[in-house]
């Protein structure tokens, strides 16, 4: 019964259509999976906020934390230092020297959260509590003029959060040289 | 073949042994040396003359970077695991495989958990695939003019791959009907994952467990990688330890601020996955020097993303004029092809490049024209032809 929790109901299953495939199981090789299994390994953060977990916090309280988790290789502003900038870049992606950060270039809050709770500090990962997570991520974005010092990230505010270049991504349109490509364009010979 | 003829061959171990048996009838067998060889051993190694290796840059933190195949010191199709270029996001994480898991959920029915005895037990498949990150020769969009094969095309390669096709899985656990996408995430320290569309892992995903014959290394992902034909480099995820089903890309750190290809007005192509038909002459190739005017073999690879290799044309006037190079069979989708055409050469300085073309039509293109189309922000995804120019005196040099 634990299951209902995660899963769809079965009905769904039989009226499955498209890519949804077998019914039943045919090896039976593997152990069902618990949901505690599942809690214990999946972290995934969506788009849209699902599988955030509970905590917050805002960019004043983050500040303590990214000086003495983050500093020494992004820069005690984030601007970068032995790693890459954290800030900056707005203005910059259509000219030559483009600048990408979380400010200039990602498109959604969500991984960030899920980027630095799942990665970060480099050489210590999983070390911060979800409201330092929370926290530092909202510094990042109160440092790239995103959000205010004292707005407060969580499982709901995160989501909302309205990134400058949340449109800068386009589909994949190749093959756009070879004989094949779609669009005529004229070229310089 | 006498008694004393059979312990000089013995010596030499088994291979040694077919050579002796013919050579006898020939009569060099007095040309065996008459000193004992080495002993059996238990794991092979090269000889000691050989020194084709990796090409590791000096790092600050040398747990997240990448290492180079030596593709121009490499025959026929298959790259030694030894020398499978690496590209770790958070170094190389030590796992024993009695305690590895593989965790299948989301939107299925049955979450499952795989040990590593079980996936084993599980349909299994073999294929012959490159890998190539998508990295691969990307300072060619800046800085044109990588100086030999092993720096401008060295993260590519090309293995044979042996595992649970990702359709099992799936099947097995119930697919439900919101399914889209699939999450693949790693096991190493920054826990890398990326997001997959659901449809291309059921055609031809493989969760690979064995790499030319033998368990992955773990610079490879040992015990367990995703394997995705012909798609980035950085989707083929290594020491895999869970696939999520879900409904819509997550958009990972790995598919957004990296992975995602620059364009000149600003925006970004994403989900570029495939990776496109491409080629080098890796002999003569930079760096090299030929010892002399006379025959020589031109050799090389070319591979597409997007199936199998259909023509690789030659050219040995700078591109004036291109003749069709031999390709070796079988040819395979969305693996290394090789190419060979014999050559003279006169003793004069020429330039040489080749050209590959996909099943698809796909012709590779020259470096003008992917910077016609795509800027020099990109990054990713240079696929140019490369051109050697050879000199007057043998040596061979990047244009």
Not at chain 1, 127 to 146: F, K, M, P
Not at chain 2, 55 to 64: A, G, M
Not at chain 2, 105 to 121: C, F, H, I, S
Not at chain 2, 352 to 369: F, K, L, N, W
């Amino acid at each position: 019964m634990e299951r209902c929790t995660v899963f769809k109901p079965a009905l769904l299953v039989l009226l499955a259509a498209g890519l949804a495939i077998a019914q039943s199981p045919k090896t039976k090789v593997g152990k069902p999976a618990t949901p505690a299994d599942i809690a214990q390994r999946d972290h995934f953060v969506s788009p849209d906020g699902e599988g955030l977990p509970p905590g917050k916090g805002s960019a004043a309280e983050g500040k303590k934390i990214y000086e003495r988790r983050c500093a020494e290789c992004h820069g005690s502003q984030g601007q970068g230092k032995d790693e890459a900038p954290l800030v900056g870049g707005q203005g910059t992606l259509a000219t030559p020297k483009p600048l990408k950060t979380v400010g200039s270039y990602w498109p959604y809050a969500t991984i960030l959260f899920d980027y630095i709770n799942r990665a970060m500090p480099f050489d210590n990962p999983g070390l911060l509590t979800y409201d330092q997570v929370y926290a530092v991520s909202a510094l990042i974005l109160h440092w790239n003029g995103i959000i205010g010092e004292h707005d407060v990230m969580d499982a709901s505010t995160l989501p909302k959060v309205s990134m400058p270049n949340r449109d800068g991504f386009v589909a994949d349109d190749r093959p756009d040289t070879g004989q094949i490509k779609k669009k005529a364009k004229p070229r310089a010979k | 073949m006498n008694r004393r003829g059979f312990i000089k061959a013995a010596s030499f171990g088994a291979a040694g042994l077919t050579a002796a048996c013919s050579r006898a009838k020939t009569g060099v067998e007095e040309e065996l040396p008459s000193q004992l060889g080495a002993k059996l051993s238990a794991y092979g190694e090269r000889s000691k003359h050989e020194t084709a290796k990796r090409l590791v840059p000096e790092l600050k933190r040398p747990e997240i970077g990448s290492s180079t195949t030596p593709l121009a010191e490499t025959e026929g199709i298959i790259t030694p695991a030894s020398l499978h270029f690496e590209r770790h996001h958070a170094g190389v994480p030590q796992i024993d495989p009695a305690m590895h898991t593989l965790l299948v959920q989301g939107l299925v029915d049955r979450p499952v958990v795989y040990t590593m005895a079980e996936l084993k037990r599980l349909p299994s498949e073999s294929h012959i695939y490159f890998v190539e990150c998508s990295g691969n020769s990307g300072r060619e969009w800046k800085t044109p003019g990588a100086g030999d094969v092993q720096k401008g095309f060295g993260l590519a390669s090309c293995s044979e791959w042996t595992g649970v096709p990702v359709r099992v899985l799936l099947e097995e656990a119930g697919l439900q009907k919101e399914a889209k996408w699939m999450l693949a995430e790693g096991a190493d320290a920054c826990k890398m994952f990326r997001s997959l569309p659901l449809e291309k892992v059921l055609k031809d995903g493989l969760v690979a467990y064995a790499q030319n014959g033998e368990a992955i290394r773990p610079s490879q992902g040992y015990p367990l990688r995703l394997i995705v034909p012909g798609y980035e480099g950085n989707t083929n995820v290594k020491w895999l330890r869970q696939l999520k089903v879900v409904d819509q890309p997550y958009m990972a750190k790995d598919e957004t601020s990296k992975y995602t290809d620059l364009l000149p007005d600003g925006r970004a192509r994403q989900f570029t996955f495939e990776m496109d038909a491409k080629s080098v002459i890796t002999h003569p190739s930079g760096g090299r020097k030929l010892p002399g005017p006379g025959f020589y073999e031109i050799r090389g690879l070319a591979w597409s993303g997007r199936g199998r290799v259909e023509k690789v044309e030659v050219s040995v006037d700078g591109g004036a004029t291109w003749k069709a190079a031999q390709l070796q069979e079988p040819r395979l989708p969305m693996a290394f092809t090789r190419f060979r055409m014999p050559w003279e050469w006169a003793g004069n300085e020429v330039q040489i490049v080749s050209r590959a073309v996909d099943e698809t039509g796909y012709v590779q293109p020259s470096r003008e024209e992917l910077t016609d189309a795509r800027g020099s922000n990109s990054n990713y995804h240079y696929n140019g032809r490369k051109i050697w120019r050879i000199a007057a005196d043998g040596e061979v040099h990047s244009v």
